[in-house]
Every structure is written in C-alpha cells, then in structure tokens.
C-alpha cells in the first residue's frame, strides 16, 4: 500500500511533469489488467476510488474478476 500512496503523491503533486504522471497511470493500468491478483482487495478498492478516471475503470475490472471468489 505504501508505494501506492507514494504513486498518489507524485500524481497529486502539481510539480511532477506530465509524462511522469503519464507513465505511472499507463505502468498501474497495465498491472491491475495483466496482473490483477497481485493487489489485495484492499488496494484494488483503493485505486477503484481514485479521481482519475483510468485507474478506477481498470481496477472495477478487477474487482468485477474477483466477485465469485467472495461468493465462494
């Protein structure tokens, strides 16, 4: 969790240049889509609430994948 929130705080902050920002939103996209099951539940519903809408689309997927597990 902690270096999500450290991802969060470069994106937040206002200084950080745009193709940084850029590249942790593609780099977070691709790991929930590829590699979902790395994150737990907790982080995945985490990163579902977040502002910017890339992120939140690619981990419902995720949390959508994970739906029967919890029915299990």
Same mark, same amino acid.
């Given at each position: 969790?902690?270096?999500? +929130?450290a991802? !969060?705080?470069?994106?937040?902050?206002? @200084?950080?240049?745009?193709?940084? &920002?850029? #590249?942790?939103?593609?780099?977070? %996209?691709?790991a929930? !889509?590829? #590699? @979902? %099951?790395?994150?737990?539940? &907790? +982080?995945?519903? =985490?990163?579902?609430? =977040?502002?910017?809408?890339?992120?939140?689309?690619a981990?419902? !997927?995720?949390?959508?994948?994970?739906?029967? +597990? &919890?029915?299990?």
């Amino acid at each position: 969790m902690a270096t999500l +929130e450290a991802f !969060r705080a470069v994106l937040d902050d206002t @200084g950080t240049p745009e193709i940084i &920002k850029n #590249h942790i939103i593609d780099s977070l %996209q691709y790991a929930l !889509r590829n #590699h @979902g %099951q790395i994150f737990t539940a &907790k +982080e995945v519903e =985490w990163l579902a609430a =977040w502002d910017d809408a890339r992120i939140p689309l690619a981990a419902s !997927r995720e949390l959508k994948k994970r739906e029967p +597990e &919890k029915m299990n």
